[in-house]
C-alpha cells in the first residue's frame, strides 16, 4: 500500500469535512447537527442511526430537517453564501459521478455542495 496516496486522501477528506457549515450554540450542535441542501435549498438536519428496511429489500436513512438546536433549544442560524468558496465544488446531476473532476462520487476530492455556504 502506498501511504502518501493514502495519508494525501485522507488529508482532502479532514479538508472537506472543515468546509462545512456547523452549528455554534453548543458543542453538541456542532458534533450531531449537520447541513446539506434539500429542495435546493441549504438547510439543517439531523441523520438517524437505525436504519428502516424497505420492502425491496435495501436499507432506507430518514433525516430530520431541524429549525432549532435539539441539545440547547436555540434556533438554528440562517446561511449566507461564502465570498470565498472552495475552488472546485461538487456538482452532479446522474448522482453517479461528478460533473467537475468526472470521477465516482464516492471517490470525488471536490468540496461539497454546502460548503458553498457560510452559517451567520
Known sequence: MNYDIYDTWYQRRLQIVSELPRLYCCE???LHVAADIFDSKPSWY???KSHVHHPEGFKQHYYVLVKYC????RATPAFKINPQPPPKVRSCADGNYCDTCNDRVDGCMCSAPISAFDAV
Open 28 to 30: 453538541a450542535g456542532k
Open 46 to 48: 439531523m441523520g438517524s
Open 70 to 73: 435539539p441539545f440547547c433549544g
